[in-house]
């Protein structure tokens, strides 16, 4: 299900529920996680150069270990003559994130043309004819949100379902819609959060989702489930108390602390999580030693 170092450097290309997926994730220090099949990227703590080709980026929140590299970002796909961005952000940093985007147009004398779109939970943004992007509620010391991206289609409508196709043709000249608009929660992304978005009703599409992409910034009791919970991050406890609750055909645990190695952060997982839920869970585990 997963595969990692295949040769790309620095940069770790996972396959998890059938989506390649590129970046580094290291807490309070850099996260940005691409999805190059939907064109996307969360996330832009240092820019990672496989990003700039990301048309469109979701923030979950504006700590630097998030945006920093959102300059360099856009910078380099303007040097590369690629479309400016789109980028997805709490609308509550709108305008900050705009003083922060205009004095480094200021310094670097550039353009730096990107569209800042401010989102919140309960809205909607087309990226495409087929996929839809909703964000969700996460908590976190600054306004944070989580992302779902939404595979759309139209389904024929069941009562049609026995027609030819001459019928149905037929029937779209008269004016009759005959599809209902179906969507699947494809790709989840939660950025820095406690563990409570689990616990949200509201929520619920992001634990269905095929991918889900997930902070788990603690593994062992070197930091309790409750400080974790009061610096706003998610601790293994809180996964392991809520292991039936991930319905996702493949999780991609990211924003590891610092202070782990890789191996340990592997023994954590092996260890602790529930059989089930570590089936299909994956450590984005580039730059850790
Ligand atoms: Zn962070
Ligand atoms: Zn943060």
Redesign the pocket.
């Known amino acids: 299900m997963a595969r990692e170092g295949t040769g790309r450097g620095r940069f770790t290309e996972h396959v998890v529920a059938g989506y390649e997926i590129e970046g580094i994730s290291v ?2 220090q850099q ?1 940005s996680v691409i999805v190059p099949r939907l064109s996307l990227c969360f996330d832009s ?1 240092r820019c990672p150069q496989r990003s700039v080709y990301a048309d469109h980026m979701c923030v979950s929140h504006t ?1 630097m ?2 945006i920093g590299g959102c300059g360099m970002y856009v910078a380099t796909r303007g040097l590369l003559k690629l479309s400016p961005p789109k980028i997805l952000l709490p609308k509550r940093r709108v305008d900050a994130f705009a003083t922060f985007m205009d004095a480094m147009r200021a310094l670097d004398d550039s353009e730096l043309r990107h569209e800042a779109i401010g989102i919140e939970p309960g809205e909607r943004f087309a990226m495409s004819k087929l996929f839809e992007i909703a964000p969700f509620k996460t908590t976190h010391p600054v306004p944070s949100q989580g992302y779902i991206v939404y595979g759309t289609k139209q389904k024929l409508k069941s009562e049609y379902a026995g027609l030819d196709g001459g019928d149905i043709k037929k029937l779209r000249e008269n004016g009759v819609i005959v599809t209902d608009k179906v969507e699947v929660p494809e790709v989840a992304f939660t950025g ?1 959060t406690t563990a409570a978005w689990i616990d949200d009703p509201a929520n619920v599409d992001a634990l269905r989702a095929k991918l889900l992409i997930m ?1 788990c910034t603690f593994v062992d009791d070197s930091v309790s489930k409750e400080d974790a919970e009061e610096y706003g991050h998610t601790h293994i406890d809180d996964l392991i108390s809520r292991a039936d609750k991930f319905e996702n055909e493949g999780i991609l645990l990211i ?1 590891f602390s610092a202070r782990y190695k890789a191996e340990e952060v592997r023994r954590a997982l092996e260890a602790r999580l529930p059989k089930k839920l570590f089936d299909k869970t994956t450590p984005m585990l580039v730059g850790y030693d």
């Open positions: 807490g309070g996260t703590g700590h270990d998030h820095d902070e924003h």
